[in-house]
């Protein structure tokens, strides 16, 4: 069992930067090392979509085209917690942002509660 906390969120005007933080722990006696930790965001009134991954054993990242070049994903490896640093923030990036993590094999198979970020025009 892991579980996922994100924080970080919040309101900003566009332009302006905001960086998210997931902090994951594993139940008693479990080492976490995930496949992958990702962001997922879901804008109002829309389907939640994938933001960007970080494969945990090689360092490599992904990201969706309209946050390339904005977005950057990194981790804290001795403190089990992944980062989304996002710059030039525009309103169309506002959504609530959840970090996610591949762990057993599954997609995607923890999830955090996920936090609130508004960018105001």
């Known amino acids: 069992q892991v579980l996922l906390v994100e924080s970080g969120g919040g309101l900003v005007q566009a332009g302006g930067s905001l960086r998210l933080a997931c902090a994951a722990s594993?139940?008693?006696?479990?080492?976490?090392?995930?496949?992958?930790m990702a962001w997922f965001r879901q804008p109002p009134g829309k389907e939640r979509e994938f933001v960007g991954a970080?494969?945990?054993?090689?360092?490599?990242?992904n990201y969706q085209d309209s946050v390339k070049g904005r977005f950057t994903i990194s981790r804290d490896s001795a403190k089990n917690t992944v980062f989304l640093q996002m710059d030039s923030l525009k309103p169309e990036d506002t959504a609530i942002y959840y970090c996610?993590?591949?762990?057993?094999?599954?997609?995607?198979?923890?999830w955090g509660q996920g936090t609130q970020v508004t960018v105001s025009s």
């Open positions: 594993a139940a008693s006696g479990r080492t976490f090392n995930p496949w992958l």
């Open positions: 970080f494969n945990w054993r090689n360092s490599r990242t």
């Open positions: 996610a993590a591949e762990v057993d094999g599954g997609y995607y198979d923890y």
